[in-house]
């Protein structure tokens, strides 16, 4: 079992920057995959980023590449989602994922989940 603890949501003008966190406990992350997923009012969940706990390989949605960067710290059990020039449409709940596989970002393939931080970006 992973449980994971995500934090750092909140208002923010357009244009503003947020930082996520998400601390994980449990079962050891060396073989996993974490990710960060958003959903939206009236929409699905949906990708946004995802870093192999044990290697250094990210990867984005091409809605959030070049403004949002995932990052880790191993020696805080600990995942990041740094944000930059946000847009009212990232408005959503932001959730951190776990997945034992790479290269699948269905919302399927993570089968740990936190339970979510809002974003909301105002105009």
């Known amino acids: 079992q992973v449980q994971l603890v995500e934090s750092g949501g909140g208002l923010v003008q357009r244009g503003g920057s947020l930082t996520l966190s998400c601390v994980a406990a449990?079962?050891?992350?060396?073989?996993?995959?974490l990710g960060w997923f958003r959903q939206a009012p009236g929409k699905d969940r949906e990708f946004v980023a995802a870093e192999e706990w044990s290697g250094d390989s990210k990867y984005y949605s091409d809605s959030v590449k070049g403004r949002l960067t995932i990052s880790r710290d191993n020696s805080k059990n600990s995942v990041y989602l740094q944000m930059n020039n946000l847009k009212v449409e990232d408005t959503a709940v932001y959730y951190c994922a776990v997945s034992q596989y790479r290269y699948d970002w269905s919302v399927n393939s993570f089968a740990y989940w936190g339970q979510g931080t809002q974003v909301i970006v105002s105009s």
């Open positions: 449990g079962r050891s992350l060396g073989a996993y995959v």
